[in-house]
């Protein structure tokens, strides 16, 4: 669950996993053997465990049901709806009006990202990324942001085989630019100065005959606004 900047919303969901199938397995020990069942989700299970996504509103005790069908339980970054990073592919604007969040297929091959209006819970697909082997949004944490005052997403992809950075209109869905290029790899975005439009992120492989750089760099192409 994410609370929103102002302590008021939560966004989180509903799970359903009544159509999946029991896993068992039998604990031996001294004295009779335990069976232990849960919910395991097998390849010819036609669906994994769905989420339906909810915002709670706290002071009025009311459950927003985002109007859209419920999601695979998948995260951009793992089989699990939480990847261990503070956004897990949800993100709040400032005043808790709108959530940004990335919907994944079961198979991780396709990726809808979506705005949700958090006092009537509909939802608008902003743009949707499609990759023929598994799309990870980083190497070890999540680096797509809304950034809300500039109607615009930076959103993580490795479409010319290097992992990058790109800047999208948040409102139309289109790309703007490409902030990051070149043979190396975006691994973690660090930190946005969205005033200067300047972002700080660690990488891969950027200086020649250096496989590892934990150094921090500034990607200038953000101040592009093509």
Same mark, same amino acid.
């Given at each position: ?45 036609? %669906? ?18 985002? %109007? ?52 009537? $819970? ?15 949004? $980083? ?20 479409r010319d085989d290097w992992g990058h950075l790109y800047l999208y209109d948040a409102k139309t869905? %289109? ?23 300047v972002l700080y992120f660690n990488a891969n492989g950027r200086e020649p005959g250096r496989i ?15």
């Amino acid at each position: 669950m994410l609370w929103s900047p102002d302590s008021k919303k939560i966004a989180t969901f509903r799970q359903d996993q009544r159509h999946v199938s029991d896993m068992y397995l039998v604990k031996t020990k001294v004295g009779a053997p335990e069976l232990e069942q849960w919910k395991y989700p097998l390849p010819e299970d036609k %669906k994994v465990i769905q989420i339906e996504r909810v915002i709670i509103d706290v002071d009025n005790a009311k459950i927003i049901r985002l %109007k859209v069908p419920a999601d695979d339980r998948r995260g951009s970054l793992s089989d699990d709806i939480s990847s261990g990073g503070p956004y897990d592919d949800n993100e709040w604007n400032a005043d808790a009006s709108k959530l940004m969040y990335v919907s994944t297929s079961r198979d991780h091959k396709i990726e809808k990202v979506r705005i949700a209006d958090a006092a009537t $819970g509909d939802v608008r697909e902003v743009f949707e990324e499609k990759v023929a082997t598994q799309y990870e949004s $980083g190497q070890g944490t999540i680096n797509n942001r809304f950034l809300d005052k500039s109607n615009e997403i930076i959103w993580y992809s490795e479409r010319d085989d290097w992992g990058h950075l790109y800047l999208y209109d948040a409102k139309t869905g %289109k790309l703007k630019n490409q902030i990051t290029k070149g043979a190396f790899v975006v691994t973690q975005l660090l930190r946005i100065d969205e005033a200067n439009r300047v972002l700080y992120f660690n990488a891969n492989g950027r200086e020649p005959g250096r496989i590892h750089i934990t150094a921090i760099f500034t990607a200038l192409a953000l101040m592009e606004r093509t």
